[in-house]
Each structure stands twice: as C-alpha cells, then as structure tokens.
C-alpha cells in the first residue's frame, strides 16, 4: 500500500519561499511519476506541477511556471516542491500524489491514484 506524507508548508508573506517534501513509501518509488496538487477554499483540486517517473521531464501549471520547481531524490524516495515568489492566490492545500502506472508521464490529476494527506500553505499579503 503506498503512503506519501508531505511536510514542509506554513505561513509565509508575499515574496517568501516554502519547500515542500513528500515521503513515499509501499512500492518502488523510482519507477513511478509523482505530482504536486493543491485546493483552494471552495475551488476544485488543480495540478500544480509533475514530474517523470525518471525526472527528466516535468510540467507546470503556467500560474506557477517560473517561481515553482519540482524535483526528485529516488535514492531517498522523496518528491519536492521549491516554492518562491509566492503570492496570496498560492494559498491552498498542497497535495502529493503518484501516478498509477509506472514509466508514465502525467499532467493531470486523472492519472494518479495515490494521494497524500495534504498541508497547507498560507501566503500573507
């Protein structure tokens, strides 16, 4: 059974940068593509960025192209998400997530079937 526990998020001012981490456990973590998510009060679950399952190729959502980065350590099976120049509208719960299917890339949430239990980023204005 996969189990991916992100950490990392907090209250920060506009500007500021966060790290997020998620730890992956229950399958072998270099083999499948991971995910950063997030949900704002009242709106849907929206990707934010993704990564292959080998990390050579990624994507963005365009609000955070330029400011996020997403990376991998399949030695540590952990996913990141570098986040700077961060403004109030990136206020929301991040979410992790794996793909279902290994040596796959995906750039939406349909094709991830695990999910972590989400923290929360605060930007102050």
């Known amino acids: 059974q996969v189990q991916l526990v992100e950490s990392g998020g907090g209250l920060v001012q506009t500007g500021g940068s966060l790290r997020l981490s998620c730890a992956a456990s229950g399958r072998t973590f270099s083999s499948y593509p991971m995910g950063w998510f997030r949900q704002a009060p009242g709106k849907e679950r929206d990707v934010v960025a993704t990564?292959?399952?080998?990390?050579?190729?990624?994507y963005y959502a365009d609000s955070v192209k330029g400011r996020f980065t997403i990376s991998r350590d399949n030695a540590k099976n952990r996913t990141y998400l570098q986040m700077n120049s961060l403004k109030p509208e990136d206020t929301a719960v991040y979410y992790c997530?794996?793909?279902?299917?290994?040596?796959?890339?995906?750039?939406?949430?349909?094709?991830?079937?695990?999910w972590g239990q989400g923290t929360q980023v605060t930007v102050s204005s």
């Open positions: 997530a794996q793909g279902g299917a290994p040596y796959t890339f995906y750039t939406n949430p349909t094709g991830f079937g695990s």
């Open positions: 990564i292959s399952w080998s990390g050579a190729r990624t």
